[in-house]
């Protein structure tokens, strides 16, 4: 397909997560996304063997996810080095917003066969500076050619050029997150026609002033002509 597609196949259940991602696998995906266990959680050595399990059952590419603010669980760096050895586990998600926790599971996979994305649109600049691939985008829902554009002048080396397009974004990426995730993201798509802003409970729409806060910042984006 023109666009990779890459499935959310995570579960706190090993067997359902074995399911959907193998249901995925035949469907033809490009990779599965697979999250950390989230509520019941996991010891370091669980962690390793629930993603060595699911990984041993596709053969798809996998992309580990850590994102410790809504789990509650982080994969520390050593267990990223071991788990990375696996043949199909090829990359990892990381929201943790903290560079050097990226810094250092960069330096520690950096002769592996294993790719790091960030999880976190105001960190692209130093995470892709410092050999980040790339990054699994909110902000990109609203902007996407920006994002596109950032992402690929890090990949070249134009760091100084980078830099403008980043603290102009910053305020976006920021505010997308002044509430809980998606709901100002549907706000922003709704102002701008592309949804509904459509939540399912117990997510509920922000107040008026968040939207105004947000819409404020990207109509100031908007008149930068990125």
Do not use: W
Not at 15 to 25: F, H, K, R
Not at 77 to 85: G, S, Y
Request: aromatic share 6%.
């Amino acid at each position: 397909h023109r666009v990779p597609v890459i499935a959310g196949t995570g579960s706190n259940s090993t067997q359902t997560a074995i399911e959907l991602s193998q249901e995925a696998d035949a469907d033809g995906v490009d990779a599965v996304l697979i999250v950390t266990p989230y509520y019941n959680k996991a010891t370091q050595k669980g962690l390793e063997e629930y993603y060595a399990t699911v990984g041993n059952s596709v053969d798809v590419p996998i992309i580990m996810y850590n994102v410790p603010g809504r789990t509650g669980l982080n994969i520390s760096v050593d267990t990223v080095v071991e788990l990375a050895k696996h043949k199909n586990i090829q990359a990892m998600k990381d929201a943790t917003d903290n560079i050097a926790y990226a810094m250092e599971v960069l330096a520690k996979t950096a002769d592996l066969d294993f790719d790091l994305y960030s999880g976190c649109d105001d960190n692209i600049l130093p995470f892709m500076a410092a050999g980040g691939k790339g990054v699994i985008s909110v902000t990109s829902n609203l902007y996407p050619e920006a994002v596109e554009k950032l992402t690929q002048l890090i990949l070249k080396g134009n760091i100084k050029e980078a830099q403008p397009l980043a603290y102009a974004l910053d305020p976006i990426s920021r505010l997308l997150f002044i509430d809980v995730n998606p709901i100002m993201p549907k706000a922003a798509l709704a102002k701008m026609g592309v949804c509904g802003e459509h939540l399912r409970l117990p997510l509920i729409e922000t107040t008026e002033e968040n939207k105004k806060a947000l819409f404020g910042a990207m109509d100031e984006f908007e008149k930068l002509g990125y």
